[in-house]
C-alpha cells in the first residue's frame, strides 16, 4: 500500500502482513542474554495487518505537522525526540489527511512483524544474527542516526526494525508476559493508562543486546529523546481507500 501526501516527494509504503501464531518472548536456556521482563515465552496469534516499510522519517513527519523536532537533521533519517504523546496526535493529524486509521502497533505486532512474520525466523536481530547487516548500534553508528533503509531489510522487506531508533508501541508497560494477550493486541492496563509505555528495537546509541527482536524497554509517555521514534500501523480489516492511497 501506497500513501501519498502533499509536501511529499514520494509515497510512502506500508507492507502487508499475513497473520499467524508466533513465540513471543524469550527462551531462558537458549537466550542467556534475556531478561526477566521477556518472560515466559507465550503463543500470540496476530491477524493481519500492515506496518510501515520504515520508521516514520523527518521528511514524512514535517508533511504531517510543519515541524521537525528531531536533533539529527535529515529528511530521510528517522524522526527523533517525539514522545508517546506526540506520535497520538500526528497519527491524528494524519488520519485527518488521508481518511485512513493509522495507529502505533502493538508490542505484539512488533514483534511478530520483527521475528519476519508468518516466516517464523529464528534470527537474534529483525533479519539476521549480526546485527551490523540490519542495523545501526553502538558500535557502527558514530552515535548518530541513519537515513532509513540502508541496511538489509528482514523477510517482510521491513528495514531498521533492529536499532536506528526505539520505536514506540502502543502498549502500556508491565513488568513480564503474566497475563499478556494472546491475540496481538495492545496490552492496556486501565482506563486511565496511568504507566510508563513499551519501546522496541533498540537505536544508535546502544549495544547489540538491547537490539535483539526480543528486548523491551519502555519510556513515560512525555518522554522526549534524540533516540526515540516510531512507526506507523494499520489494521487491515480498517483500512480505507480515500484518493491519496492506493
Given amino acids: ?21 508466533f513465540l513471543m518472548g524469550s527462551d531462558k536456556k537458549a537466550d542467556p542474554d534475556a531478561f526477566d521482563d521477556e518472560f515466559p515465552r507465550h503463543e500470540v496469534r496476530v491477524p493481519g495487518f500492515l506496518l510501515g516499510r520504515y520508521p516514520v522519517t523527518q ?51 512488533w514483534e511478530y512483524a520483527a521475528r519476519g512474520g508468518p516466516h517464523k525466523s529464528p ?7 549480526k546485527l551490523k547487516e540490519v542495523g545501526w548500534f553502538g558500535s557502527n553508528s558514530h552515535r548518530e542516526t541513519k537515513p532509513v533503509g540502508l541496511k538489509a531489510p528482514n523477510e517482510l522487506g521491513l528495514y531498521d526494525m533492529s536499532g536506528n531508533v526505539w520505536e514506540w508501541c502502543e ?9 499478556a494477550p494472546d491475540n496481538g493486541s495492545a496490552w492496556i492496563d486501565s482506563p486511565d493508562r496511568g504507566s510508563n509505555r513499551v519501546n522496541r528495537g533498540g537505536s544508535y546509541f546502544n549495544d547489540a543486546q538491547n537490539c535483539r527482536v526480543a528486548y523491551r524497554n519502555n519510556n513515560t509517555p512525555s518522554n522526549r529523546n534524540r533516540n526515540l521514534g516510531f512507526r506507523l500501523a494499520l489494521s487491515l480489516q480498517l483500512k480505507g481507500k480515500p484518493d491519496g492511497c492506493h
Fill in 59 to 109: 521528511e514524512l513527519w514535517e508533511a504531517v505537522t510543519g515541524d521537525n523536532p528531531s536533533f539529527f537533521k535529515g529528511k530521510k533519517r528517522p524522526v527523533e525526540q517525539v514522545s508517546w504523546e506526540d506520535t497520538q496526535i500526528f497519527i491524528k493529524k494524519l488520519n485527518e489527511k488521508t481518511g485512513e486509521l493509522f495507529r502505533l502497533p502493538s508490542e505484539a505486532e
Fill in 171 to 179: 502498549d502500556d508497560w508491565d513488568v513480564d508476559y503474566q497475563k
Fill in 1 to 21: 500500500m501506497w500513501v501519498d501526501l502533499p509536501g511529499l516527494p514520494e509515497p510512502f509504503a506500508m507492507i502487508p502482513i499475513d497473520g499467524g501464531a
Fill in 123 to 129: 534470527y537474534r536481530y529483525a533479519g539476521s544474527d
